[in-house]
């Protein structure tokens, strides 16, 4: 009877083990196919466009034209995102997005494939982010020893696969999502100065929608503070623009009351860039702190949040004085 309920107790034993062994087989595929993430896929070109800094013609802050002696209509060259591996029907983006390429979005634990061409007749051109992870020929940055995607020539193409692994996300302390450039890395200050430039949004590990977007915001801007140098410094060529645009012609900026409102502020430039974004009408939260001014250098980037509360039509500029005065300012609105 004994060695009975001996050998009843092992079995007994055996199955328990090998149910909780199989439960923890299963819980451990489970984290792993959530620790690897998504691949996304972008389908982005280099093209030569005629760009217009104030295609209104007008001052839409102070009313009138825009004032003399700036030019506003110049050529540039810039990412444009497509629909899939043709390259024959561009993705739509948003009017706020201006002379920026498009948006690269990730969530922690994603792998990012850019297809990328150039079909530019200008020069030979790549892309390098920050904040992702790569190796040498995913660098997208010319310099000796140069990895196969730093310089693609004129009708050439690459495609670049980058990592978000987890020191590309947010820091405990940070807000759900950060931002990072992308941009080309040939001769990089020629090159950003053409338009060859855009935002990268990377989320926390859960925290992301299906499309890579925080699951805990309701709206998202990107706002990049540039003077583009278009004739030799020149004043008529010094654009101060705020996405490639001057004198308020930046539209789109428009929320609606109650919403969750994430801004990302980008810098580039060289050291004229010394940039203070100003937020009129509102306060943002920034490193756990409020303030309504956030400074800028060139290539630097930082993450606000703003309760979209006080409905009405607010200013938002650079708060450097001669900035100001060459047309970095536009308005948002916040929708009752």
């Not at 940070?174 to 090159?191: A, G, K, Q, R």
């Not at 915001?217 to 001057?246: C, K, P, Q």
């Not at 409020?290 to 400074?295: A, C, K, N, Q």
Request: net charge negative; proline share 6%; glycine share 10%.
């Amino acid at each position: 009877m004994n060695h009975k309920r001996t050998i009843l107790i092992a079995l007994a034993t055996v199955a328990f083990l090998l149910t909780i062994g199989g439960t923890r087989t299963a819980q451990t595929a489970q984290t792993s196919q959530t620790s690897t993430g998504v691949t996304r896929h972008y389908f982005i070109q280099a093209e030569d466009v005629t760009w217009n800094y104030a295609p209104s013609g007008q001052d839409l802050v102070h009313g009138g034209p825009i004032p003399e002696p700036f030019e506003t209509v110049w050529r540039k060259t810039r990412y444009i995102e497509y629909t899939d591996g043709t390259f024959r029907f561009r993705k739509p983006q948003p009017q706020w997005l201006g002379v920026l390429g498009p948006v690269i979005r990730a969530e922690v634990g994603d792998t990012v494939l850019v297809h990328f061409r150039n079909r530019s007749t200008v020069g030979s051109f790549g892309m390098h982010p920050h904040g992702f992870r790569y190796d040498k020929d995913n660098e997208g940055a010319h310099y000796m020893p140069a990895g196969a995607g730093a310089e693609i020539p004129p009708g050439g193409s690459f495609t670049y696969t980058w990592i978000a692994d987890d020191d590309s996300g947010p820091s405990p302390e940070d807000p759900s999502s950060i931002c990072w450039w992308y941009h080309s890395h040939v001769n990089e200050p020629l090159e950003t100065n053409l338009g060859l430039l855009g935002p990268i949004i990377i989320t926390r590990r859960g925290s992301a929608r299906s499309d890579g977007s925080p699951m805990d915001v309701n709206r998202e801007f990107v706002t990049a503070f540039f003077i583009f140098n278009e004739a030799d410094g020149e004043e008529r060529g010094l654009m101060h623009s705020i996405n490639g645009y001057i004198f308020g012609n930046l539209r789109g900026l428009t929320m609606r009351s109650g919403e969750k409102v994430r801004w990302y502020l980008m810098g580039m430039g060289n050291e004229l860039d010394l940039h203070t974004p100003h937020f009129h009408g509102k306060t943002v939260l920034y490193k756990k702190h409020r303030t309504d001014v956030i400074e800028l250098l060139p290539a630097s980037m930082a993450t606000v949040d703003m309760n979209a509360d006080n409905p009405g039509t607010w200013m938002y500029h650079c708060h450097v004085a001669d900035h100001l005065d060459a047309g970095m300012v536009t308005t948002y609105t916040i929708q009752r």
